[in-house]
């Protein structure tokens, strides 16, 4: 792991009053450029080519010859073979140089070896480096365990499919959509038999992949992921911050829903089973009565967080969780770093967040701020890794 001495020592050599924030761009790079504009930083996305006109064209700034911005919000956009590219020297020497304060997205840790993310990625971070791995569900010590050792509800796992007895949703990766999920329900090991067969044969999963998946009982409820924020810089105010709540839209899963019952039973085989690819997101709120509780699984994931992750969590972290008829909450995802839905505050922030800090305040705009207390403070090792 890249330790503090390592990144003191690069920081020391930045040059504070001209910090750039740089990301992948894909996920929720807008969000955080958005939020870096607006706190007066200058952006650095790192595009794959074939991906690059988002950043490189259609956002990107346009400043006034006094600097301020008057359209977009990206500065410069490297172009790049492969998002893997960062990784190698040259681009890593460039980032130090610019002064870059680099802020994972879930892009970053899909497209980067996680390891050489650990060890070998010598650029100032913003939030927990070492946190990154527990999304991996292939981890010993992935979310789940870190959700069992803070005492947070999460669904009840099932270790043999010859065991379902009720409706549950087996977790595994796509086999050829490396961002996305290769999902599916039953409510059977008969119905686990003809579903996992159909996504095989289809290429949706893989034999490997559904050797390890995570077979759960599904929770009946709506999704809200509340999107959390937590300062180690805030002395006189509360640390953890709920910024806002957003949900998905999923294909071909949201697709299947808009029918009428009839209709999708009249579906070709390569039609019937919905896949749940993260197409979108909308903003949410959660009844007043649910706040508290929220906010206790924030607290108690942070408590973990510094038990077992040192220093632990710091600046976003997402908790994804469902919501049942006795409005018990039950976390099915953790995002150690800025959420995949953030983009829906883009420019006009969270409603929480909003409400907390009385102006526009997204995600990206939060890490932001953050870091630019933390310049002012001269805090910034509090907040990188």
Not at 249 to 255: A, K, N, P, Q
Not at 360 to 381: F, H, T
């Amino acid at each position: 792991m890249v330790n503090h001495d390592e990144i003191a020592a690069i920081i020391g050599d930045y040059d504070h009053l001209k910090l750039r924030i740089g990301m992948t761009a894909s996920h929720s790079a807008l969000d955080i450029c958005d939020g870096a504009i607006e706190e007066g930083f200058p952006t650095v996305a790192y595009c794959q080519k074939g991906r690059e006109k988002t950043y490189l064209e259609y956002f990107r700034t346009q400043r006034t010859n006094s600097g301020r911005v008057r359209r977009g919000m990206v500065d410069k956009a490297i172009v790049c073979d492969h998002f893997s590219d960062i990784m190698q020297d040259k681009f890593q020497d460039e980032m130090r140089k610019r002064n870059v304060i680099f802020i994972p997205n879930r892009s970053f840790t899909s497209y980067c070896d996680i390891t050489e993310i650990e060890n070998d990625f010598k650029v100032p971070m913003f939030g927990s480096r070492n946190m990154l791995r527990m999304e991996e569900r292939s981890e010993e010590q992935d979310y789940y365990w870190l959700l069992d050792k803070a005492g947070l509800p999460y669904p009840e796992a099932i270790d043999d499919p010859q065991d379902i007895d009720c409706l549950v949703i087996v977790k595994l990766h796509h086999a050829e959509k490396i961002l996305e999920r290769g999902f599916f329900t039953c409510a059977s090991y008969e119905e686990y038999v003809q579903k996992s067969e159909a996504l095989l044969n289809s290429g949706v999963i893989d034999a490997a992949s559904l050797e390890g998946a995570r077979i759960e009982r599904y929770v009946i409820g709506p999704v809200f992921n509340l999107n959390f924020f937590y300062s180690p810089l805030e002395e006189e105010m509360p640390k953890l911050e709920l910024l806002g709540v957003d949900w998905r839209f999923e294909s071909s899963l949201d697709g299947h829903v808009r029918l009428p019952a009839p209709q999708q039973m009249t579906m070709s085989a390569d039609q019937a089973i919905p896949e749940m690819t993260v197409v979108g997101h909308n903003t949410a709120t959660i009844r007043e009565s649910l706040l508290e509780t929220a906010f206790e699984m924030g607290e108690k994931f942070i408590t973990a967080s510094k038990e077992h992750y040192d220093p632990g969590i710091i600046g976003p972290f997402c908790l994804q969780t469902c919501i049942d008829k006795d409005m018990n909450y039950s976390i099915y995802d953790v995002a150690p770093r800025i959420g995949g839905g953030t983009n829906v505050h883009l420019s006009v922030g969270h409603p929480y967040g909003n409400a907390t800090w009385r102006r526009v305040m997204s995600s990206g705009r939060r890490i932001a701020l953050e870091l630019r207390r933390a310049a002012e403070q001269d805090r910034l090792l509090e907040v990188l890794t």
